[in-house]
């Protein structure tokens, strides 16, 4: 049996799926991602939001199936929003070991200043 992927790799490869798909040639109609794209990033960022709406409504009164199925539909939609704003897995995966030992009470006071 298999051992468990490696999250990183999965969301890499979800990311370079998602900008293939963003940028295909087949016009917006090619996949969800570029339907959405075609939308703008208003209507994205809409979907990001609705998606973690569902993300607490299923971690509050789902079970943890649901709450697994909404967290993904977030993550997607979030790779599709980043993506749009020409952000990169790896540039939040930077800022994520930049904070990694630091109090999240430190952190978001150095935030602040």
């Not at 490869?13 to 087949?26: M, P």
Request: charged residues 25%.
């Amino acid at each position: 049996m298999p051992g468990p992927m490696d999250e990183t790799t999965i969301l890499s490869r979800l990311e370079a799926t998602i900008a293939a798909r963003r940028a295909g040639a087949s016009g917006p109609d090619a996949s969800y991602v570029a339907r959405l794209h075609a939308k703008g990033r208003g209507k994205i960022a809409q979907k990001v939001g609705e998606e973690a709406t569902e993300v607490v409504i299923a971690a509050l009164t789902g079970s943890p199936e649901a709450l697994v199925g909404e967290a993904a539909d977030l993550l997607f939609h979030l790779l599709v929003l980043m993506g749009d704003c020409g952000v990169s897995l790896e540039q939040v995966t930077a800022e994520l070991e930049r904070r990694e030992g630091t109090s999240g009470i430190a952190e978001k006071a150095s935030r602040s200043s």
